[in-house]
């Protein structure tokens, strides 16, 4: 499932930086890309290496020392994601600089730090699905006030519009079943996105060249 994951999402990735050679409007596409590609690599290896075997070794324990501080940055790489959706909507359908999302972001990442070790566990879990659903709706407000205008949808927004769909299958399969018993169902969305990314950004690349 893993090298499926990474297969998939440097595909797209890589894709999306071509067609941003030619279109300066799917550079935020690119971006956001890969900081996904390159974040699910970050925290792959900060769970394998220091927080799996650390919540063996704690049995249930808070986190303490520099194990809580790589706990913290995993999980602020994690809600980047959501951030990143949403400031994304902001600059390609509201057409305005997402600073209100950074600093949305930037609070409660400084709140789910300041809370630990409550936030852990479930609730945790709720923090997430609370911050996935004002990203969602940030996201979603924005595609609607575009979708109403006259502009005509170029690949960029196509491909924004799977994005913001990508996050909403999160709340319809892993947030509903349970963030944390789901890992394989949310890396299964994500390949899916992926994957729905390719021809999106394969077509533009085969119009330009052609």
Known sequence: MIPALWGFSALATLLSWIVARHQREHRPIAWLLAYGLGSDAVRELIGAQVLRPARAELEGAP???WVRAAFHFESAMFVGWMA???ALAVWIFGRRRPWGVLAVYLVAVAILAAGYPTFRGELLGKAYLALQL??????VGCLISWFLGDERGRTHHLAAGFLIIGEAMMLIGPYRVGLFESWELARSVLIALYISLVPVQGVAIWRRTS
């Open 84 to 86: 990143g959706v949403a």
């Open 63 to 65: 986190f303490t020392g």
């Open 134 to 139: 004002a990203a969602l709706c940030v996201s």
